[in-house]
Structures are given as structure tokens and as C-alpha cells.
């Protein structure tokens, strides 16, 4: 039987659009592949850019009084960004071992960040006593007192006035009892004191009366200074 030139044509074409078929879903099957690899390099690429954008930094485990020797339970550690503005000022993971056993200078809150300035080096003075000064609520600002405040302490003796102490942090006040102003005794405010801080105040409580003064927020005073008119 002899094939006609159409039929022949039919035949031998026959198997082309199967073949065009299968390009077709070989490359869309690559082309997903393709676009799948790229989606996972990406986002594995944000993943580290976003890990070194972070730096981790140290805040307080619980409130920590100054004075207070550090080790590693006494913080944990969270994440800052790393454009943070003040992070070349707080301590970070790596500098925690460094910093076994140095002192706080000043107290600090539960979850508070840990900045430099407020370590010194053991053995370094620098507000690492604390003191009690016992007077009347009328003259510790009317009670109003917290921890934390900053305090000046004035002592009057024989009618004359003078700053003993200035820039002193409250590290405790105790509760106001009931009918406690002029009670001398019942009430006192704990503070943050240095050696020669801690004699000053020890002598012008012995000498005579002392006033403490609230300076949160205000510029700090030289006591050695007279701050008369």
C-alpha cells in the first residue's frame, strides 16, 4: 500500500506537538524550581542581615542596689538594634566576664540597662557605702522621697547654713508612720554615700540639725562651695 505525500506529511508530524507539549512543562517545571531557590536565598539572606542587626546587652535580673559587687546571675541579656544611639555606652554579651566582680555605683531598677558609668572597679570609691540619716519628714522633703531621687544635705548649725553633701542617690526611705512629722527618729532616707561623704554627714548629724534637700534633675553643687547670697 503506498502512503499518499499527505498521509506521509501526518505521520511524520504526528509526533511534534507531544514534543512541544513536554518542552512546555519541562520549562515551567524549571522555571518554578528556579524561582523557589531564589525566594530561599533571599530570604536566608535577610535572615543573617537581620541577626547582625541586633546586638544583645545587658539589663538587671532584679533591682540591684548600688554598691552592689556584679556577677553573671546578677543580669540576662536582650536584643538591641544595633543603630541603637547609646549602644557604645551599655555592656553587651562580650563584656560581661570582663566585668565579674566589679561594683555598682549606682542602683539600679529590675530590667534596667547596664550602662558603663555605672560600674567602677573594686575597690574604687565611688558610692559604694550606704548611710542612714534619721530626721523628721518636714525636713527630707516633706516625705515625698523615693528610691532612686537625687538628694543634697544641708547642715545648720548655731543659725548657719551649709551644703555637707550633694548629688547623693536615695537607695531607701522607709514608710511615713502615722503622726510622723516631728517625730525624729521614725522616719529615714538610706543614700549612696563615699567616705568622705559618709564623715561630713556623720558629723553634721552629731553637731546639729540637717535638712535633706530633693535635687532630681537639678545641676549639681559643689558643697565645699558657698552657695549664700
Do not use: C
Amino acid at each position: 500500500m503506498t502512503l499518499s505525500p499527505s498521509t506521509k506529511q501526518r505521520e511524520a508530524g504526528s509526533p511534534q506537538p507531544a514534543r512541544r507539549r513536554l518542552g512546555r512543562r519541562l520549562s515551567s517545571t524549571h522555571v518554578l524550581i528556579a524561582i523557589v531557590v531564589i525566594l530561599a536565598f533571599v530570604l536566608n539572606l535577610l535572615v543573617l542581615q537581620d541577626r547582625s542587626a541586633t546586638t544583645l546587652v545587658a539589663v538587671a535580673n532584679q533591682r540591684l542596689v548600688a554598691g552592689t559587687p556584679i556577677d553573671a546571675s546578677s543580669f540576662r541579656l536582650v536584643t538591641v538594634d544595633s543603630s541603637f544611639e547609646g549602644l557604645s555606652d551599655l555592656v553587651t554579651d562580650e563584656e560581661l566576664a570582663a566585668l565579674e566582680d566589679w561594683v555598682l555605683s549606682r542602683s539600679i531598677t529590675e530590667g534596667g540597662l547596664i550602662d558603663h558609668s555605672a560600674l567602677v572597679e573594686p575597690g574604687a570609691e565611688a558610692g559604694l557605702r550606704s548611710m542612714s540619716l534619721p530626721v523628721p519628714v518636714e525636713h527630707a522633703a516633706g516625705g515625698a522621697l523615693v528610691e532612686g531621687d537625687r538628694v543634697d544635705v544641708i547642715s545648720v548649725i548655731d543659725g548657719s547654713a551649709a551644703f555637707v553633701a550633694a548629688d547623693l542617690e536615695v537607695v531607701a526611705v522607709s514608710e511615713s508612720p502615722s503622726g510622723a512629722i516631728g517625730s525624729i527618729g521614725e522616719y529615714h532616707v538610706v543614700v549612696s554615700v563615699t567616705a568622705d561623704d559618709a564623715l561630713n554627714l556623720a558629723a553634721a548629724l552629731d553637731a546639729g540639725s540637717v535638712e535633706i534637700v530633693r535635687s532630681t534633675g537639678a545641676e549639681t553643687i559643689d558643697p565645699g562651695r558657698d552657695h549664700g547670697p
